[in-house]
């Protein structure tokens, strides 16, 4: 957990979230990535009427990123442990490695289709805290992803997104 001072911002950030499955239409899958340098990558392939895999980068400001590792700090998700969390199955697998300062982990679970899976589960807080901690970071993924949609509409290069923490912070509910 982080201490007042700022642990959080102290060291490596890396943050790798993966969800999908393998069914009719192929492997589908959403993945994204929060690199070192700020890079944000997303992937998101779906074979549903011949859809063609979709891959855009955008790199995030030093904010940006700050307030990542501030959300995962809060969350305490780094004491976490997936041993009794939901085995993936044919439904898909979700997937979440984080490395923060000189933390490293890596999560695997099933699909979590509803809060009802979250509290049927052996481990109902854990993987509460995964799940709010995933909504977070695809809300964060979303709103960069939008951003660099948006640029790419009007003709620009999107090469840095600078938006103020405080504007993620109200759109991303907390709980």
Known sequence: MASAAGDEDVGEFYLRYYVGHKGKFGHEFLEFEFQPE???????????KNDTMIRKEVFLTPAVLRECRHIIAESEIMKEDDKTWPEPDRVGRQELEIVMGNEHISFTTSKIGSLV????????????IFYYLVQASTSLHAIGIQLMLMSLRCNCMVSCLHFPASVILSLIVKH
């Open 117 to 128: 899976d979250v509290q049927s589960s052996k481990d109902p807080e854990g993987l509460r």
């Open 38 to 48: 700020g890079k944000l990558r997303y992937a998101n392939n779906s074979n549903y």
